[in-house]
């Protein structure tokens, strides 16, 4: 059977038109003769999610977006519908989250499988929960707003620091800062020239410095060999104020104290003239008694000495002179 020149053309444009559709749909990442099926989930916004984005699982792709499209509820309220192309042979748990993700750092999409606890599988035409992931502008976004309150607040407050600045120093302040900084300045250099005086003692009296120095030592020395003996001192220190804290102090202490008052009570009457002692020292009359009685003890020793016969009467002869005159 003789095939026709024709009949040969066909077939090459047919299988040319063929290959041409499977390179095409290959290239936007479907592959028609895979096993495949479809899921769907809806979203609130897609933030830049674009068909043929991967779905991953686990970060390893099984399928991709095939198509988006913008559907409306019930409630008249927009929302995104994406259909997913699984070309892998993976079984999914019914509620499983469909996320939309970042996969790299210059802000690409995809979609992440999040499995959930169920133990029954989706079925091609399933919808998943649709979730999606805040996209690195909304983080940044988020991390700079602390931060951009606070520059804000330290603008502020810098501009209060500033305001209150121009208005302390005035031409006044600034120049009393100034004589302020030029004392300051003397002060410093006052200090320079004590520095130097005192450098000079200490050069001039190096020798003195270092006796005493020595002397120190010695000293220090002496103490170190004589530890014992300061360690026996201090014992007996020691020992002394134990026994003063175990003697009976305190009540020698009061009864001085008592012998005192009573001391104070007895000049007290004696100054007032009360008892024995207190006439014996107010009243003058004693003194004069005394005084008196000296006198005439004085004129009896006087009268003894001159005239001793009449006080001893004795005669060898028995004789008595009677002529003499009585005093």
Do not use: C
């Amino acid at each position: 059977m003789k095939i026709s020149k024709e009949f040969k053309i066909g077939i090459i444009v047919t299988a040319a038109i063929g290959l041409f559709i499977w390179g095409f749909n290959f290239l936007k990442g479907f592959d028609i003769f895979s096993h495949k099926y479809e899921l769907y989930a809806v979203y609130p916004k897609i933030d830049g999610l674009i068909e043929a984005n991967p779905l991953l699982i686990n970060g390893f792709k099984v399928g991709q977006i095939n198509k988006i499209s913008l559907i409306k509820d019930n409630n008249g309220q927009y929302g995104v519908l994406v259909k997913f192309l699984l070309t892998e042979d993976v079984q999914i748990p019914k509620y499983s989250i469909a996320r939309a993700v970042s996969s790299d750092l210059l802000g690409s999409k995809a979609v992440e499988i999040i499995y959930s606890n169920e133990s029954e599988f989706v079925k091609s035409g399933d919808t998943l929960v649709a979730e999606t992931e805040e996209g690195l502008k909304t983080a940044v976004s988020k991390q700079l707003a602390p931060l951009q309150k606070k520059i804000e607040g330290l603008v502020s407050s810098v501009d209060s620091v500033m305001t209150i600045v121009e208005v302390v120093l005035n031409d006044k302040t600034r120049e009393n800062l100034s004589k302020s900084f030029e004392s300051i300045k003397k002060a410093i250099q006052s200090l320079e020239q004590t520095a130097y005086k005192l450098d000079d003692l200490v050069a001039s009296e190096k020798s003195k410095i270092s006796s005493i120095l020595t002397k120190l030592n010695s000293l220090a020395a002496m103490l170190e060999k004589n530890t014992g003996k300061i360690d026996n001192v201090i014992g007996n220190f020691s020992s002394l104020s134990d026994s003063l804290a175990k003697s009976n102090l305190k009540s020698a202490i009061e009864e001085a104290d008592k012998t005192l008052a009573e001391l104070n009570k007895l000049v007290a009457q004696i100054n007032a003239g009360q008892g024995t002692l207190g006439k014996l020292a107010k009243n003058d009359s004693l003194y004069n008694n005394l005084n008196k009685a000296s006198d005439d003890l004085d004129k009896l020793m006087k009268d003894l000495r001159i005239n001793p016969e009449r006080y001893i009467h004795f005669s060898v002869f028995g004789r008595k002179d009677k002529n003499k005159p009585k005093l």
